[in-house]
């Protein structure tokens, strides 16, 4: 929630008031070690960088240095720059009217500096939230020094002005960043002469538009996110500029299997109304971790952690799809949503050239390790034999992801020890749902542990 905008409004007020310019980097120095400090959350929403990546962009910004994020896609790099600018102060003075959010003390345009000694302690003060100071720009083939840096304006020399006048300039993104942050996601991509014009952003806090003799002395702390370059074909960091930025930080996937899962938790939009279990999060985030470290998976391309969000949304429809066309009161997901979170995904990830044409037999495997590798841990030392006894007679049980939860309870009749099943899975069993779920996944690891059969049509058989 945003404070009060405070209430100096001209340079005179702001005076009074104590108020001290600060760098952007100095401020962000600031706040960091106040929250050092103080124990508070440094950088909110970011999971399992806590004791790699994060020390190593604290010591960045405490030094000053604009920094670089090397990582492969998915690992929460444009999350985490988006997260530096909440260390800036919530409010900070600009003169009112600016283009490039010129502090009144030290004002670095044209306008403002004439303003400055024409209005004196009047000068209008406007404030700006931290919110408003940080720019992004996704780098793309087509992006020009006019979009980053500036450019002439036609229609203010239409107006009258010359040429020469400083303010028939544009400005592009970078200075409208100023007293910012500004981050430009996969650097490579940007075309070799565009990343040139970063170069005096960086060494000299300059920009030069086409031939004007215009100095603007920029405040910005400048991050840049990029593929490792052994990976990406499509271009490269230019030499000068990667050593002017300051600091080269590499992310990671999440090591734990833990961080994966409250990644999933964090992130996943699963929808009102459907209940996905724990054990069916934990084979997504499993099937996730399984795919990185296949052999059959271009391993330089990574798989995003969007793969296991995707997976788990994708679990979730298909217990509410099942719920509309069954009636069901609630959706709960169950084992039969799995399946089909593999033609979803597929096309998340980059297979190695000898993997043609096994593309979805690769991940149904993977799928079905992950699942019997979560049967292990949370039913492995269960005592199944009451619904092992189902099946003694010859007895079968057909599932499916149109059968409901009421239904499949009833084909499969009263099965001892299911609370106790359902309990170990960490659902209560209040509702029919979470009683298949629990219900369905032990038959399911009965059957991935060669205990049961099971047919093309979901049917369980001994």
């Known amino acids: 929630m945003r404070a009060s905008t405070p209430r100096e409004s001209t340079l005179g007020e702001l005076r009074t008031s104590g108020h001290q310019y600060e760098t952007v980097k100095e401020e962000i120095h600031r706040n960091l070690l106040d929250r050092l400090r103080s ?20 010591r960045a910004l405490l030094a000053g240095h604009d920094l670089v994020l090397l990582g492969e896609r998915g690992q929460g790099k444009t999350r985490l720059i988006r997260t530096i600018a909440g260390l800036l102060d919530e409010w900070t003075p600009v003169v009112a009217g600016c283009e490039i959010n010129d502090h009144p003390y030290a004002p670095v345009c044209v306008r403002c500096r004439r303003l400055a000694s024409e209005l004196d302690d009047a000068l209008p003060v406007a404030w700006l939230h931290r919110d408003e100071r940080y720019g992004e720009k996704l780098a793309t083939p087509d992006t020009s020094v006019g979009d980053l840096i500036g450019d002439v304006d036609p229609v203010k020399v239409a107006e009258g002005r010359t040429l020469g006048d400083p303010e028939t300039v544009h400005f592009g993104l970078v200075p409208r960043t ?73 992310t990671h996937y999440p090591i734990e299997l833990s961080d994966e899962l409250d990644l999933v938790r964090q992130e996943a939009e699963l929808g009102a109304g459907v209940e996905v279990p724990e054990h069916l999060l934990e084979i997504v985030a499993r099937f996730t971790r399984l795919v990185r470290e296949s052999t059959a998976v271009d391993a330089r391309s990574g798989v995003s952690a969007r793969f296991a969000l995707a997976g788990a949304e994708t679990v979730a429809a298909g217990a509410v799809r099942r719920g509309a066309l069954t009636g069901e009161e609630r959706a709960v997901a ?95 069993g209040e509702s029919p749902g979470q009683a298949a779920a629990a219900l369905e996944f032990a038959l399911e690891g009965l059957f991935l542990t060669r205990r049961l059969s099971k047919d093309d049509t979901g049917t369980y058989s001994l």
Request: charged letters at 30%; a negative charge.
């Open 39 to 58: 124990g508070r959350p440094r950088f909110p929403g970011i999971v399992g960088f806590d004791d790699t990546v994060l020390p190593h962009l604290e």
């Open 178 to 250: 100023n007293r910012g942050v500004f981050a430009v996601n996969e650097l490579p991509d940007l075309a070799e002469r565009i990343q040139v014009s970063l170069l005096n952003v960086l060494e000299e806090r300059d920009v030069q538009i086409r031939g004007y003799a215009l100095r603007l002395p920029l405040d910005v702390l400048l991050v840049a996110s990029a593929n490792p370059e052994d990976y990406t074909n499509r271009g490269r960091i230019i030499t000068p500029l990667k050593d002017r930025f300051g600091a080269e930080i590499r």
């Open 334 to 428: 169950r084992v039969c949503d799995l399946p089909a979170v593999v033609p979803t995904l597929m096309g998340k990830v980059e297979f190695e050239v000898s993997e043609e044409g096994r593309e979805q037999e690769v991940l149904e495997h993977l799928l079905r390790r992950a699942t019997a590798e979560t049967f292990r841990r949370t039913l492995g030392g269960a005592d199944l034999s009451g619904l092992l006894d189902k099946f003694d007679s010859g007895e079968t049980v057909e599932s499916g992801e149109l059968v409901a939860a009421g239904e499949l309870l009833r084909r499969t009749g009263p099965v001892p020890g299911l609370a106790k099943i359902v309990e170990r899975l960490g659902m209560s």
